[in-house]
């Protein structure tokens, strides 16, 4: 088999026949003689040497026309003719042989041989055949283009009529056809949407039914001013009604429509649904006059300056804060109030601006009357498509904020100056009780270090067992925003037990909780002494009454009956006090001064003390006197409580009348009134040496009937409470 090369030549030249021709011979010497012959005529020619060959060239090169010889090695001319139809019947064949027999002629002519030819092969009567089988070749080849590219054109134009018409139906916009008179003769599914009427419904209509009164003037003009003139509109802007007639914007474009002959012959319009457009717009006006009220209006300075800092505009608040006009300011550097001393700061932040960074910084500007304002400032470039417009500018005067945050920062330094050095343990926690913070005074009185104690929960840090209860009562308390006050006992590190007192308070930061303070204070030298106190005020409260238990017993040797008296007016004087919820403190000057009330009857002669006759004014008086006898005797006493005043009033009145001062209301004292109630009850009660018991009823009713009168009637309405509930009886063995 011959190579590509070799088997394939191709001359340009004009005489050359634009066909390709492959020749197929055994016999060496003819191959290369009519090769060469048709090489000189033929554009491609391709040659092989048996039927294999030239099958295996056919399939790769499919040529016009196939000149073979019938008798061959390996597969025969008219085999290889078979095969060749069977992969491009087109093909032209013309057959070449030595032999004259019918049969071969017969099944040469059967497989649809197209010429023949004898050997010796005669060049010219060869070129004859293959050139009437050139000129069908090429006039079918001619025929065939030209039907391809009708075919083609008409594809072409059926589809562009068909994405004319996609397009024209899927337009976004309307699209609409018209008459000279303006009725509608096509219509576009975008134009039937906007409107809301259907195909059928429009065809027909008149585009001036569909237009709002105020339009048709104005349109009509157009048609005849641009595009009757000059086959088109400009765009123009109108209204029309839908189907449900509400009215909304439209914009349009109508272009004139001629026939062949250049006779006018309708309009075509595009028209598109503004609306939103319009809405947009309208939203954009009211952005701009609300942003301009915004501008003029903010209580922040605002500007807006070129590339070369030059003012554009200034807002109101820029001329009310900085004194300048707006004439002063706009055109001009606004470097030019900025401080001498910022100037530079200023510069670098405006170029990086303009580089197109927003930037933030504060700086002090210079107001028209010379003084400085330290100002907030921060500016960003405006761009349009990449390129700068303009940079806007706001300004905050921040000058008192500064100034208070250097006061704030001032007074911080000072607290934690207090903080560090207060003689108290201070502690700062979280509101769940975790430390934050320890003072040196915490450090030095429990022993732990900062590093020891933050992030430690303060109860399990330094609260004892026994403590822990209440110490996270109290945390929860100052938790929720309480206040406590307490002294208790706190453990230091190595052990050892305090005593504290201690204050606990929520630290609140803009109406918010956000830690907690404890305040601890040693107090165990004092409790130390307060226990000391205790004891000796013990010691001496003993003292005291055994005092009293000696004196009442002098009264008891001498006159029993007074003893039992006094004993019961101080139990029920007790109860009535406990009763009015008084302080320990004067409960127990109650119980001593009951207890001795009636001392002063020391100095009356027991016949008088007795005497179940009328008494004699001498003797009334020598009654009279004894709560006089009873306070010398007992004024020199040093008492904790004023005994001797007790024992003095317990005979006066609540209005007066009593002895032997006269004292009115709260001129007596508390403890006296209660005395006074009390020793009426018990003398009415019980018997008296010159007469028997009245009873609780006729006592009762004595206190109750001149309640506010004779008596405190605070006082006379918790004695009668006790006495009637039962809660309160006397001694048998002081009443008998």
Request: proline share 3%; hydrophobic share 35%; with cysteine.
């Amino acid at each position: 088999m011959s190579s590509p090369n070799s088997d394939r030549t191709s001359i340009t030249t004009k005489k050359l026949l634009p066909i390709s021709i492959m020749y197929v011979e055994d016999e060496t010497i003819i191959l290369r003689s009519v090769s060469t012959m048709l090489k000189r005529k033929i554009k491609d020619v391709y040659i092989a040497k048996n039927g294999q060959e030239g099958l295996e060239l056919f399939k790769k090169y499919k040529p016009n026309i196939v000149v073979t010889d019938i008798k061959m090695p390996i597969i025969n001319g008219l085999e290889m003719i078979e095969q060749m139809k069977d992969i491009e019947p087109a093909t032209k064949f013309v057959v070449v042989s030595a032999y004259g027999e019918t049969n071969y002629f017969l099944r040469a002519i059967e497989i649809g041989v197209h010429g023949f030819i004898l050997k010796p092969v005669d060049v010219n009567q060869l070129m004859e055949i293959i050139k009437d089988l050139a000129n069908n070749i090429l006039l079918q080849q001619e025929i065939e283009q030209k039907e391809k590219q009708r075919k083609e054109a008409e594809q072409a134009r059926i589809s562009t009529e068909k994405q004319y018409h996609i397009l024209y139906e899927n337009m976004r916009d309307g699209s609409v056809r018209t008459d000279l008179k303006g009725r509608i003769l096509d219509c576009n599914i975008a134009f039937q949407k906007i409107l809301g009427y259907s195909r059928d419904e429009l065809i027909g209509k008149k585009t001036r039914s569909l237009t709002p009164q105020k339009w048709h003037d104005y349109e009509t003009n157009i048609i005849k001013t641009q595009v009757q003139k000059q086959g088109y509109s400009e765009l123009y802007e109108k209204e029309y009604f839908r189907k449900d007639g509400t009215v909304f914007p439209v914009e349009c474009r109508t272009y004139l429509q001629k026939d062949e002959a250049g006779n006018m012959m309708g309009y075509w319009g595009i028209i598109r649904d503004i609306t939103i457009r319009k809405q947009s717009e309208e939203a954009l006006k009211k952005s701009e006059e609300k942003f301009r009220n915004l501008f003029e209006n903010a209580n922040d300075v605002i500007w807006i300056s070129d590339e070369k800092g030059k003012y554009i505009s200034v807002n109101k608040m820029f001329e009310q804060l900085l004194g300048y006009s707006k004439e002063e300011l706009e055109g001009q550097q606004s470097i030019k109030i900025i401080a001498n001393e910022d100037r530079k700061k200023s510069i670098e932040n405006y170029q990086k601006a303009l580089k197109g960074e927003s930037v933030e910084f504060e700086t002090s500007i210079v107001k028209k009357d010379g003084t400085e304002r330290i100002f907030w400032i921060k500016m960003r470039p405006v761009f349009d498509g990449g390129k700068l417009l303009y940079l806007q500018g706001i300004g905050r005067d921040i000058t008192d904020r500064k100034e208070a945050e250097k006061a704030l920062q001032e007074q911080k330094a000072y607290f934690q100056q207090l903080f560090e050095s207060s003689p108290e343990a201070i502690v700062v926690a979280t509101n769940d009780s975790r430390v934050l913070q320890l003072n040196q005074t915490f450090i030095d009185m429990f022993g732990f270090s900062q590093e020891e104690a933050i992030g430690k929960n303060i109860d399990e840090l330094i609260a004892e067992n026994n403590y822990k209860d209440e110490a996270h009562k109290i945390t929860q308390s100052i938790a929720e925003g309480e206040t406590v006050r307490l002294e208790t006992q706190r453990m230091r590190k190595d052990g050892t037990i305090i005593d504290v007192s201690i204050l606990g308070t929520p630290i609140i930061i803009e109406g918010k909780q956000v830690a907690v303070y404890g305040i601890y204070r040693d107090i165990t030298n004092r409790k130390q002494a307060e226990r000391e106190l205790k004891k000796s005020y013990e010691r001496l409260q003993k003292l005291i009454e055994d005092t009293v238990n000696v004196l009442a017993h002098v009264v008891e040797l001498r006159d029993p009956y007074t003893a039992g008296h006094q004993h019961n007016v101080a139990k029920l004087a007790l109860a009535i006090a406990n009763e009015m919820n008084l302080s320990e403190d004067k409960i127990n000057g109650i119980r001593i001064g009951g207890t001795m009330h009636d001392i002063g009857k020391i100095k009356v002669p027991i016949k008088v003390l007795n005497k179940v006759e009328m008494l004699t004014d001498n003797e009334w008086q020598l009654i009279k006197n004894h709560p006089e006898v009873g306070y010398e005797l007992l004024k020199d006493l040093e008492f904790p409580w004023p005994v001797a005043d007790i024992v003095r009033q317990h005979h006066e009145r609540f209005n007066g009348s009593g002895y032997p001062q006269g004292l009115k209301n709260e001129d007596t004292l508390i403890e006296a009134r209660i005395l006074a109630v009390a020793d009426v009850v018990e003398a009415m009660a019980n018997d008296r040496p010159y007469r028997q018991s009245l009873g609780m009823e006729i006592a009762l009713e004595e206190i109750e009937d001149n309640k506010g009168i004779l008596y405190d009637p605070e006082v006379v309405e918790h004695a009668v409470r006790i006495l009637k509930d039962g809660t309160f009886k006397f001694d048998q063995k002081h009443t008998e």
